[in-house]
């Protein structure tokens, strides 16, 4: 789960992280309003689950009252297009005022979990800032990390470890940076984020360190946990398909392509997908239905895809181990009578009771529908179709 950065601001400065206190704001007038009462140079930010606002104009320095309004103005009027949204950019529906700040410095702070030691790992680097995706690929050694133990949390050595590698001389700097770093630790593991970072985390003109920007993820596994973090969730910012899907069990993740996929098993939806790609198609999702998959979940999975008018044709590749290829089938002609099949719909299906749900699909006739042989026939099908 994301929250937005002014969410994550605030966890950060609870857990004792210097960040400057802001205002959230949902309209031009009340952007003026709130300078109005700061009355000084504020920054105005767009409150999206993306980064990149930096470089596409959606965070703006401004000086007085007419500034605010334009750059509200636009915020809200236009979709913003980062390299982390996809060409067709999404809507703004609220913004943070914070007063601005004199950079000296921009410092890059993270911590998510290293999956190859299975542990978490605080990451820092000098060269922070809207440049750190090109810092890593290009200069590794720029970022340099501390791995901690779950429980221990980060240790004093390793905070004087980090703070040196920043750089930082002088005792207010360095207060502060471990201030910095055991709030991040301890948010971080406290709500079992899967990844937190302050980009950038910056040295003022003043020689003060200040978190200027938040950005927190949660492990969903471990939301239940986190009543007050669930809370948070903003449903407008996700894919409306995707919070369908979860409220039915199904695990979806909306992708590009023009091709559904109906798959039980994440294993077999990733080759499934490789198998869509490799005949020249494009899938339009990732949807695994699990083993554990009732009917109204599986007629919801079709009612999803078939809504979707991006959807030009659909592969269902059932494997019934756990699952059982006649509930699928069952659930396929209730699609079909109750939302109708406008696209192709190509059938493999393998497994338990798969001659029962042959009968099924061949005593239905749906219109639309085709069997295939195997995986690749099924692909091949499709993508032809397509
Ligand atoms: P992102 O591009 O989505 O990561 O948004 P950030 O919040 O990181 O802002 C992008 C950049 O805007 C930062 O790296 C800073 O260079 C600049 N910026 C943000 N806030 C301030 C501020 O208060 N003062 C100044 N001078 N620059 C700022
Ligand atoms: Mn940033």
């Given at each position: 789960m994301k929250i937005h950065e002014y969410q994550a601001r605030q966890l950060l400065a609870d857990a004792g992280v210097p960040v400057p206190p802001g205002d959230v704001i949902e309209s031009a007038a009340e952007a003026v309003a709130a300078f109005e009462r700061i009355r000084r140079r504020v920054v105005l930010k767009a409150q999206v689950f993306a980064g990149g606002r930096g470089k596409a104009g959606f965070v703006r320095l401004c000086d007085n009252a007419d500034q605010v309004r334009q750059a509200a103005e636009f915020m809200l009027a236009n979709r913003m297009v980062s390299p982390q949204t996809g060409p067709a950019g999404i809507a703004v529906k609220r913004l943070l005022m914070a007063e601005a700040v004199d950079i000296a410095h921009e410092y890059y702070v993270g911590m998510t979990i290293d999956r190859a030691r299975g542990c978490p790992v605080v990451m820092v680097s000098r060269?922070?800032?809207?440049?750190i995706e090109q810092v890593a690929a290009r200069d590794p050694q720029a970022i340099i990390k501390e791995w901690l133990h779950p429980l221990a949390s980060l240790q004093p050595y390793q905070i004087r470890k980090l703070t040196d590698a920043l750089g930082f001389k002088q005792p207010d700097p360095v207060k502060a940076a471990v201030k910095v770093f055991q709030g991040l630790a301890s948010t971080f593991l406290e709500y079992d984020a899967s990844l937190a970072e302050i980009n950038p985390l910056v040295l003022t003109t003043e020689g003060r360190l200040l978190a200027i920007d938040a950005k927190i993820n949660f492990d969903d596994n471990a939301l239940f946990r986190h009543p007050e973090i669930q809370a948070m969730?903003?449903?407008?910012?996700?894919?409306p398909n995707e919070i369908r899907a979860h409220q039915a069990g199904l695990t979806y993740i909306a992708l590009d392509g023009n091709i559904g996929c109906v798959v039980n098993g994440a294993g077999l939806a990733m080759a499934t997908m490789d198998l869509i790609k490799l005949h020249g198609g494009s899938p339009a999702n990732f949807l695994d239905v699990g083993g554990s998959v009732t009917r109204e979940g599986a007629i919801e999975a079709f009612r999803i895809l078939l809504g979707?008018?991006?959807?030009?044709g659909v592969l269902v590749n059932i494997f019934?181990?756990?699952?059982k290829c006649d509930l699928i089938a069952e659930a396929l002609v209730a699609a079909a009578r109750e939302v109708g099949f406008k696209v192709p719909v190509v059938v493999r299906l393998e497994g338990t009771n798969v001659e029962r749900a042959r009968r099924i699909i061949a005593e239905a006739a749906i219109p639309g529908l085709v069997t295939a042989e195997g995986l690749t026939d099924a692909a091949k099908k499709v993508c032809a179709a397509v």
């Open positions: 060269e922070g800032g809207v440049e969730a903003d449903p407008t910012e996700e894919n979707e008018p991006k959807v030009k019934g181990g756990i699952a």
